[in-house]
């Protein structure tokens, strides 16, 4: 996405909502301020760890209106990165803390992400490849599915090293 583009859009969401939308093209690192968290307008955020052997863990995804940052997180290394275009809203952790409504939208959203990562760490923990990948291929099935003629359609796309890595 070009700059005078992403300029103009954020421009237009701004008047539009009242808050400042940040876009991130796929594939960019989205920056993680201790301070508070990002909400997601739209497209797919995928989080992940580091490991201190520089391995990447895949820790799970935060799609359309699900909240993500380090302040959720007592992990040293926690990175995220945008799967798809992605815009998102950020909220300081005390604008949260004092708004009885934002913390309604968070607390559902933080139940969500919870049983996500016990699923992927359930996942993780299973020795053979093929379970490991037809669990994810479930789970992801039920969190970012769509329906289709055929089956049903997994809305991230993704690479052998992401599916490696979960």
Same mark, same amino acid.
């Given at each position: &996405?070009t700059?005078v583009?992403? *300029? #103009? @859009?954020?421009?237009e ?8 939308l940040h876009?991130? *093209?796929k594939?960019? !690192?989205?920056?993680?301020v201790?301070?508070? #968290?990002w909400q997601?307008?739209q497209g797919?955020?995928?989080?992940t760890? @580091?490991?201190q052997?520089g391995e !990447? #863990?895949?820790?799970?995804w935060? !799609? ?5 940052g380090c302040?959720? +997180? /007592?992990?040293r +290394?926690?990175?995220?990165?945008a @799967? %798809?275009? $992605?815009?998102l809203t ?7 803390e004092? +708004?009885p409504?934002?913390?309604q /939208?968070? /607390?559902p959203q933080? #139940?969500?992400?919870?049983r996500? *990562?016990?699923a992927m760490l359930?996942?993780s923990g299973m020795?053979? $490849? !093929?379970?490991?990948?037809q669990q994810?291929l479930?789970? &992801?099935k039920?969190?970012v599915g769509q329906?289709?003629?055929e089956?049903?359609?997994? %809305?991230?796309? =993704?690479?052998h090293?992401n =599916?490696?890595? *979960?």
């Open positions: &996405m700059q583009y992403r *300029a #103009v @859009l954020e421009r969401q701004h008047n539009q909502t009242g808050r400042r876009f991130y *093209a594939g960019e !690192e989205i920056p993680l201790p301070q508070g #968290v997601v307008n797919i955020v995928q989080l760890t @580091l490991c052997n !990447e #863990v895949w820790l799970g935060a !799609e359309t209106s699900a909240f993500f302040c959720f +997180s /007592l992990l +290394s926690y990175q995220a990165k @799967l %798809s275009d $992605v815009r950020w909220f300081s952790q005390a604008e949260i004092a +708004s409504h934002l913390s /939208l968070v /607390l933080m #139940v969500r992400r919870l996500q *990562a016990e359930a996942i020795r053979r $490849v !093929e379970d490991r990948l994810l479930l789970l &992801m039920g969190e329906p289709v003629a089956g049903t359609r997994i %809305s991230m796309r =993704l690479t090293q =599916l490696a890595n *979960a």
